[in-house]
């Protein structure tokens, strides 16, 4: 008897959070949803959009448009004075993979430099410089477009590098 009374409290209580679920879900965009939150007389939580008749501890809950409750409190992530501020494990994970991405995008820059600053050394020993086109023949730059090229790498070396050379 005592396992038929667990089994149907059990029952109650999904069909109850399946309901505060299904309320939450069809919420609309622009306004926050009132849901009523009570203790049945069996002693089953109950969830309904309108104030139960005879339930105890009843708790008005407010919801936003994207399922978070509508107070101060909860909008900031902290609802106990006591709670502590240590960063979650998802938390720990993002900023591990901010930081892995930083340190690749400064090798990236570093070994971009280098290679400007090999580039801008080339352009500056002087002789024959030429740039092969898309048919692989060579083709050679005259002294306007070799200096065009210089200024383009140095800008380049400017953004990149942070120091310019010259």
Known sequence: MAYASKINTAAKLLVSMSTACMLMLSMNASHAIQVYKSVGA??????SQHSPQNGKNIELIEFRSDGRQNNAGNLAGKTDANQSNAPSAE????????TRIKEQEAQANAQRCQSLRSNLTNLNVGGRIYEMDASGKR?????REIELKRE????????YCGNPTT
């Open 42 to 47: 069996h002693g089953e939580v109950k969830y």
């Open 152 to 159: 383009r790498v140095q800008q380049a070396i400017d953004q």
């Open 139 to 143: 083709e050679y730059l005259d002294g």
């Open 91 to 98: 938390e720990q994970r993002v900023a591990a993979l901010e």
